[in-house]
């Protein structure tokens, strides 16, 4: 299942757990385009 990590926690040991997991981390306050991004590329969609 595809996930998006969205968090405040900029500590580098929970960036290095995310990446080793595979997941995308988004930090808050997340702008909707960048969160919008993020979903796209999650879920392989292109264009607008």
């Known amino acids: 299942m595809p996930a998006v990590i969205i968090t405040g ?6 960036i290095r ?4 997991a595979g997941h995308p981390l988004v930090f808050k306050p997340v702008p909707p385009d960048v969160l919008r991004g993020t979903l796209r590329g999650l879920l392989g969609i292109r264009g607008t």
């Open 9 to 14: 926690d900029t500590h580098p040991e929970r």
């Open 17 to 20: 757990e995310a990446s080793a």
